[in-house]
């Protein structure tokens, strides 16, 4: 029997807000000292009285609307009762039966690994309150363990989906495009290896073509796209092996151990009423005004998709150069910045377009990754966007070579200056007149006897060499093409002689 697996995803992202979910502490836990982003509110100590973060819930009415989901127009907090050390109060201020958006959906474009594209459903999108961190130093009768109560209180937005992802590829395509969305509407920085975006996944397998839902694992701990995407095929892999052997699946939470690439049984799964939910008596009903919906749905930006569709259509951009530009929103803007800073249209703009994404595709996000890291986007570079516009002409017109060129570019990344000036105090134009050219290849000829001899010889390789030399005297500068020519005659002029 053929089995197709049914995968759902859980994930829940911290929200970019000033204060915390509930009170008025800082909510960049992450750059204070420990324990020092805390109030009584947080602290649960007892009398204090939660009050909900606007913001909070005007982020969560975003997603919801860039998700396509409704958007309640009753909604309320619940207290999840659980007990574990990271849980200051003993419950969870959450949202049960009235989250903030519910029926929504997620389109995944057509790619190599989803091919002709796939929908996602949204089960639903509510607001939470994030726990305390807990440090574990050592083990056994030595060990302890370090509580961080910074965390406690951050907002945290579950985004919660159907059960439609079909392979470990459609999850990591909409892992990924939740991140997009996310970091496009600024409400969250979406960072799994930072813990602002973490993912839990359903998996569960069925008999190809039924429609059944089968008992189902929870899989935790993926701190990686691709350890959600490992433990998925991980556990697509085991449960199928299992069902061809007649054994029985047990429904429970298991941890993803990402050095031996297996899942572990960390617990069976606790239904939704093992957390006693009830109303939080401490919170209002919320009630939430159309016009305010309609206030946010109106600023939310263009997002990733439509976006790198557009710079195919309206750029030419090729779609690999489309979707690196539109990964993330401050290169796509800074890209649509170079381009709008010139007056082109028509193939003028593509052209110029297509030169420009190479140059922030390659050079530019090169110098910048390996000075700021992978995960940085372009929004402080010292190089303006006209500024590159001007290095792009400089070189689409062949004023100076690629190798000036990128010279050129990493002075800018470093000093912020104006192209031409770095062209000018290196003199870097492109030299291609004649005149300025030959004493550098006669004098070239002169100190290289070998080379010439080797040329001469039918060694014509040979020109190669110095040609290089060349290059070198000028600094780049010289055109290659122009230069090997003049090379090439110069030479025969001494066979003759
Ligand atoms: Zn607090």
């Known amino acids: 029997m053929e089995y197709e697996p049914v995968i759902g995803l859980e994930v829940h992202v911290q929200l970019r807000t000033r204060s915390k979910m509930f009170c008025g502490c800082a909510a960049d836990y992450q750059t204070a000292g420990p324990n020092t982003r805390v109030c009584p509110v947080c602290m649960a100590m007892p009398g204090v009285l939660p009050v909900i973060n606007r913001r909070a819930v005007e982020f969560t009415i975003m997603a919801g609307l860039a998700l396509n989901c409704s958007i309640s127009e009753t909604t309320k907090f619940d207290r999840k009762n ?8 003993g419950y969870q201020i959450s949202q049960f039966d009235l989250p903030i958006a519910y029926d929504g959906y997620m389109d995944l474009a057509p790619s190599e690994t989803v091919p002709g594209g ?14 305390a961190r807990l440090t574990h130093v050592g083990t056994g009768r030595g060990g302890y363990s370090l509580m961080d109560i910074n965390r406690a209180g951050v907002p945290l937005m579950e985004t919660v989906s159907e059960p439609d992802i079909r ?18 509407l600024g409400i969250s920085t979406a960072n799994m290896e930072e813990g602002s975006f973490r993912c839990d996944a359903n998996v569960s397998i069925r008999p190809k073509g039924s429609d059944e839902l089968r008992t189902r694992v929870e899989v935790k701990n993926m701190n990686r796209v691709r350890a959600v995407v490992r433990a998925i095929e991980y556990e697509i892999d085991r449960q199928t092996r299992m069902a061809e052997a007649g054994e029985r699946l047990e429904q429970e939470t298991r941890g993803w151990d990402d050095d031996n690439g297996v899942t572990l049984s960390q617990r069976s799964k606790e239904e939704a009423n093992d957390y006693r939910y009830f109303p939080e008596p401490d919170l209002p009903p919320l009630y939430i005004d159309r016009a305010l ?205």
């Open 293 to 497: 919906v309609e206030e946010i749905r109106a600023s939310i930006p263009e997002l990733a998709g439509s976006r790198r569709v557009r710079f195919e259509t309206e750029y030419g951009l090729s779609s690999y150069d489309a979707k690196l530009l539109t990964a993330r929103r401050e290169t796509a803007d800074y890209f649509e910045s170079v381009v709008l800073s010139r007056d082109h249209s028509g193939d003028a703009i593509r052209a110029f377009a297509k030169e420009a994404a190479n140059w922030i595709n390659g050079e530019l996000a090169r110098l910048h990754n390996s000075s700021n890291g992978l995960d940085s986007d372009l929004a402080d570079t010292r190089v303006k966007p006209a500024q590159l516009a001007t290095l792009v002409e400089l070189f689409q017109t062949r004023a100076i070579s690629n190798n000036a060129a990128k010279q050129v570019l990493a002075d800018m990344f470093v000093t912020g200056r104006d192209p031409e000036d770095v062209v000018d105090e290196k003199k870097l134009r492109k030299v291609d007149d004649s005149e300025s050219l030959l004493p550098v290849i006669d004098a070239v000829i002169d100190e290289n006897p070998k080379a010439v001899d080797d040329y001469l010889s039918g060694k014509e390789t040979a020109i190669r060499f110095l040609l290089g030399q060349v290059m070198k005297a000028t600094r780049g500068a010289a055109d290659a093409n122009t230069a090997s020519q003049m090379i090439a005659e110069r030479l025969e002029t001494v066979r003759k002689a």
């Open 82 to 89: 659980y007990g574990y050390p990271d849980l200051m109060k």
């Open 118 to 131: 796939h929908r996602v459903g949204i089960t639903r999108i509510h607001l939470e309150e994030d726990v």
């Open 167 to 184: 392979s470990a590829e459609q999850a990591e395509a909409y892992i990924l495009e939740l991140q997009s969305t996310m970091r496009y």
